[in-house]
Every structure is written in C-alpha cells, then in structure tokens.
C-alpha cells in the first residue's frame, strides 16, 4: 500500500501519542491517582487511528470502554480527555464521567459506554437523524468481539440493513472478552460475517496493519456516506494489558502474548518508515519527543486541576427541575 | 365542548404536535402503517411520510436506543412500546442510557424522549399484557413518569411530554382508550408533576391514577350519597415525581389516607407516597395509611384469577370505611 509519507508520519504521531497517553494512564492508576476501572487500549492503536482518519466534522463516533484513543482522534485536548479520566472538573464531562463515559459532543463524541453494546442501538438514532435531517453525517461505533453477543448487536444491524442507515461498526476483534475467547464464544472466527444476515456486508483485516484499517474503514465511510448503507469492519488485533489494568490476564498463555508484541502496530509502522528512508531516526525521535511534552503537559493539567464540587452532585439530573440535597 | 375519548385525544396530540414542530418524529412496532395496536398513532404515516414516521422490527431496544440517539441530535422521538409489559426488553436503555445521558455528559445533551405504552389490567391478556409497571421507574433518577387518566390529560400531557426536555415514560392505561370526555380542540400542555383535586372532601383523601381513579371517583360518589363519609379524591397525572404539596394539604385537612394503584403492593409507588406522608405529616394523620393494591400476585388468565387480584371498588370502599372507623 502507498500512502504518503506526511499521512503515514501523521499516523505514527496518533499512534504514538495513544500508546504514552495508555501507559502514562496505567502508571498513574498504579499510583493511585485515577479511580475506579481503567481498560486500556495499548496494541490496538492502529485499529483506533487507521478508522478515525475517516472522521469528519460533523460525524459522530460512539468510542467503547477501550477507547481513550478513539477519544483523543476526534480532536478534543489530550489535557480534556486525560482529566476526566483523572476525575477533574477540567475533563471533558467534568470529572462526573471517567474513563469508560468520555464525551464531547461538540466535536461528535457522543460518549462511550459501561453496558457493552448498548450503543449499538444510540448509534441507529444518529444514523437516523442524518436522514431525517438530511445531512451526510456518518456514525461510527466501536465494539469488541464479546460484545458480539449482546442482543442491541442484532437488533442494530437489523435496523441499520432495513434503513440503509450511515454507519461503520467498528469491531475490534482482540480475541477475548475478559477471559473467554471469541472463538469459544462465537461459531464464525471471522465476526465480520455476522452481518450477512442483515445484508450489512463485512471485512475482516488486519487490525495492526494501520494503512489497511484505513483503507477498510474508508471504503466503508463512503459507502455510508454515499447513502449505501452500513458495513462492519473487523479489525483483528490483540490487548496487550489484563482486561482492566490491574487484571493479571492469567487466563492466557505467555506466548501468545510475546508472539502478539512481536506484531506491534507502532513498531511496524517505525519500521515501514525506516527501511525505505521515508523518516530517519531524527526525524521519528523529534516525533516521540513531541509527544511526550504533549502527555506531561496533560498529566501536570490533570493532577492539578481540581476535583468537582458536591453541588455538582446535584446538577443535571433533569432539565428545568431541581433535586434536593443532603 | 367536543367530547373525544382517550386514544383520539392521544392521537390529536400526536397530530397537532407533528405539525407544530418539524423535530418530533414517532417510532416504533406497528405504528405506521396500521396506526398502532391500539390506533394512537392512526393517520400520522399519510400526513408526515415515512421519515417522521417509522414502523420497527421487533426490536425494543433499538427503538429506544434510536430514540435517544435522535433526541442527542435534536430530535424529538415519541417512540411506542406497544405493551408496557416489554419494556423489559428496553429497560437497559431507559435505565442506563436516557435516564443518565444528560447527568454522566455534564449536561452535554438532553434525552427528550417521550417512551408511550400500553399498560394496566382488565383486557383479559394475562401475565405479559397486564402489568403495571410505574413501580419499576421510581427507583431511577433522571426519568419522569407521567400517567393520565382522563382523554382531557392524554392530550394535554402528551403535548407537554413532547415539550418537556427530559426523557419521559408515558403511562397509558389500555382500559382507558375507550372512554370519552371533553378534549378542547386547539393543542394545550398541561404542567408535569401537578396532580388535580377531581374531587373535594373532608373525611378522606384518596390518591389514585389511571384507572383506578375511575372507581376511586365512583366510590366517592356512593360513599357519600349512602353514608355521608366525604372523600377528597386526587388523580396524580404524573407519578414520577408524584405532587407531594397537593397531597399533604390535603391530608393535613382529612387526616386519613388511602392509596389506591394498580400494581402489586409490595414497594408499589404507594409504598412511596405512605412513607412520605408519615415523613412529613405524621402529625395531621388521625389513622394508619392504608393502601389498596393488587395482590402480590402475577395477572393470571381466567377471569377469575385476574379479578381477585386486580383491586376495585369494593376494596377502595372497605379501605375508606377502615380509616374512617379507625
Ligand atoms: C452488558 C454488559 N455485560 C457485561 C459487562 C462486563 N464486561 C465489560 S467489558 C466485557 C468484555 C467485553 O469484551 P469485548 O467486547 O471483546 O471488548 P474488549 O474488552 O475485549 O475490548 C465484559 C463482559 C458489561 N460491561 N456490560
Ligand atoms: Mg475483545
């Protein structure tokens, strides 16, 4: 595949800036700094910038529970995203959302999400407003391979293949939910197939190849754009974390990880770079370190602003009607 | 004045409301094209086209879950659940979804859904055609439930429940459709969270909804004309939340109580209205609440079996006499 040299470096810097923004989340969890669960994204970056590369403005993405990346690729502030992870009033929602209900609707986040697949069903009502009100809005919305099993899969996909409705569902198959296996949970080892029954056509591709994400996930934008319809893109790859961090992910043998680091996105796409001397070293390293000044500007941001206030407990629960408090 | 009854007056909402404000659109099983199990929705498919009006597959999460996608884009969705007893299937979504859009994305967005549907007892349609499921929502902030009883309120609280902002289920009573009263013809909102004295007393306050109200009116009807007991009888209109000032004034002028729904008893919205008059007027009480239920107890099939535990009037009767001689 031949994209340009500028595209391909672009790629390099998202990818990068999500594998530091995951670690530098991870190493602050282990401190104590973050509450609650944290579900990192660390090997499925190319998934993550290889589909957001097809976003525009004016588009809207339902990022999933491992999708800090997906949050930072629609443009909001890395500070913005990294001190609602944190809890801070300076985060995207606040700080009343946290890691797994990052959103920014000004920019087409419209949150991700703690009930697996439930957003399968938001997503219809975005795709379906884009036809109501006629606009070339496309929806993307990003699952795991577990999620596969929730009823709103089928249902979206029903709704989405009868409505010709404008999204790209996003299936990131890193092989297991929690501990089970796609395989032992599903009987197609290509998921994208799911979508046969609902003449929502499907392709499986390598999720740690990022020009090949992005080609998939472009052919499926334009199509939905086009008013063609809805596509699943599966994307194959691998979580290189436990489940949530913390987990020790015993349930996997140590191999299968090592060989899955082998196949790491971002160190593929350095090499890609190198060997034609499309980058030299300099030229990466002055990338890496850019990157780095972005994510500790963040985590200075995010460690000191402060925390919400207890009359934010109280505000919008309902529009126009006040509840009481303690 | 042109009389209506209660699903006409529904239906002339939905008309007049369609017309006002090119944002409200109506989803769900059946509606389009057959107007509805019911016929609430008759004749909105010819006059708004099948943009604004869509028929679903049997998929009451995905219509949920549309709705609030649409509502996030500024859509105002009514969707139908056609009985009361499935949403159960889209309980996830109300819940965990519209309820906390709006509170999780720091007042991002609003949800302002109006979820219509079919509930009650007495057609004879047996354990999952039958219930009552106000009970089932009071638990949960964010989510406001509104009830009417008489064709009157239908139009008027549907309007206001398509206005409102916040996501709102809307309780219709199935027994209910069929019966008449004055509807005036231009379009009204009636205030959510205002119940209505329908009828003044001094002995007794009954509080009631939907179709228990009809025979809480009957009985007060007959319990003064045969034994000069005087019942003041309120009809909540919106249970959720419920209008405590009207109900504790009138407590604190009767001093005796009984509480009169549909649902089975066990933590029924009766549950909550006791517990706040014994909160907050304990003092006007001169006898213990008493609440009229059904049993705890699912709606059985042969009409015996639903008319022993589905309450009436001789149960309101019983109850009113029991704080009266208390
Ligand atoms: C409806 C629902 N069921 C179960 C869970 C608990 N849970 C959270 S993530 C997860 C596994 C999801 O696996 P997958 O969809 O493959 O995504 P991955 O974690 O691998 O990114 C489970 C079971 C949940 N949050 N929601
Ligand atoms: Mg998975």
């Not at chain 1, 460690?303 to 009607?321: E, H, K, M, W």
């Not at chain 2, 906390?100 to 349609?125: D, E, H, L, W």
């Not at chain 2, 933590?267 to 006898?287: C, H, M, P, Q």
């Amino acid at each position: 595949m031949s994209t340009d040299k500028q595209t391909l470096l672009d790629y390099y810097r998202k990818m990068v800036l999500i594998r530091r923004f995951e670690e530098t989340m991870e190493e602050h969890a282990r401190k104590g700094y973050i509450p609650g669960f944290l579900h990192l994204g660390i090997g499925q970056e190319a998934a993550q910038v290889g589909t957001m590369a097809s976003f525009q403005p004016g588009d809207y993405v339902l990022p999933d529970h491992r999708s800090h990346g997906v949050c930072l690729m629609v443009g909001t502030p890395t500070r913005e995203v990294m001190a609602e992870i944190f809890g801070k009033k300076t985060g995207t929602n606040g700080g009343r959302g946290g890691s797994m209900h990052v959103a920014d609707f000004k920019r087409g986040n419209v949150g991700n999400n703690a009930i697996q697949g439930s957003t399968m069903a938001t997503a219809c009502g975005l795709a379906l407003a884009a036809q109501v009100k006629k606009t070339k809005s496309v929806t993307f919305e990003f699952i795991g391979d577990g999620t596969v099993g929730r009823g709103e899969f089928h249902e979206s996909l029903n709704l989405a293949g009868i409505w010709k409705l404008p999204i790209v569902y996003v299936l990131v198959n890193n092989g297991y939910a929690i501990s089970t296996r796609a395989t032992d949970a599903h009987p197609l080892a290509d998921l994208a197939k799911m979508g046969c029954a609902y003449k929502v056509p499907g392709i499986t591709v390598d999720g740690n190849d990022v020009e090949a994400v992005q080609a998939a996930a472009k052919e499926a934008t334009d199509r939905a754009r086009r008013g063609d319809g809805a596509t699943i893109i599966e994307l194959k790859t691998y979580r290189w974390q436990g489940h949530f961090s913390g987990d020790p992910a015993s349930y996997r043998p140590e191999e299968e990880v090592k060989a899955w680091k082998e196949k790491c996105p971002i160190k593929r796409l350095r090499e890609k770079l190198l060997k034609p001397k499309m980058a030299d070293e300099a030229a990466l390293k002055a990338i890496e370190d850019d990157v780095e000044r972005e994510i500790q500007d963040a985590l200075k941001f995010s460690i000191d602003s402060p925390a919400p206030t207890i009359a934010d407990a109280l505000s919008f629960v309902y529009v126009g009607r006040e509840v009481t408090g303690k | 004045m042109r009389t209506l009854n209660y699903k006409e007056a529904l239906n002339e909402a939905l008309h007049q409301e369609m017309a006002n404000d090119s944002r409200v659109i109506v989803l769900g099983e059946d509606v389009a094209r057959m107007g509805g199990d019911f016929g609430v929705t008759m004749g909105l498919l010819d006059k708004f086209g099948p943009d604004r009006v869509r028929d679903t597959p049997l998929s009451e999460a995905a219509i949920i879950g549309a709705a609030n996608g649409a509502a996030f884009c500024g859509l105002r969705p009514v969707a139908e659940i056609m009985f009361a007893d499935f949403i159960t299937e889209c309980y996830d979504q109300l819940v965990n979804n519209s309820a906390k859009a709006r509170y999780m994305f720091n007042g991002q967005v609003m949800a302002p859904i109006v979820v219509r549907t079919a509930s009650g007892a007495g057609f004879r349609a047996a354990y999952h055609h039958s219930q009552n499921i106000e009970a089932w929502f009071m638990n949960i902030p964010g989510l406001t439930v509104v009830a009417p009883a008489t064709p009157h309120d239908a139009k008027g609280l549907l309007i206001a429940s398509i206005r409102d902002d916040n996501p709102i289920i809307f309780l219709e009573h199935k027994m209910l459709y069929g019966t008449s009263g004055e509807v005036p013809e231009e379009p009204y909102a009636l205030p959510i969270g205002v119940a209505e004295v329908k009828r003044p007393g001094t002995d007794v306050t009954i509080v009631s909804s939907m179709k228990q109200l009809h025979y809480a009116l009957a009985v007060a009807d007959q319990l003064a004309a045969e034994e000069e007991i005087s019942c003041e009888v309120i009809d909540l209109r919106t249970i959720k939340p419920f209008d405590k000032a009207t109900i504790l004034s009138s407590v604190k002028k009767t001093g005796r109580v009984v509480l009169v729904n549909e649902a089975p008893k066990t933590g029924s919205i009766n549950a909550e209205i006791s517990a706040v008059i014994t909160e907050e007027a304990f003092r006007d009480l001169k006898a213990p609440v008493e609440r009229v239920n059904s049993l705890d107890v699912p709606v059985g099939f042969a009409p015996v079996l639903e008319d022993y535990v589905i309450p009436g009037p001789a149960e309101i009767a019983k109850a009113v006499r029991k704080v009266v001689d208390y």
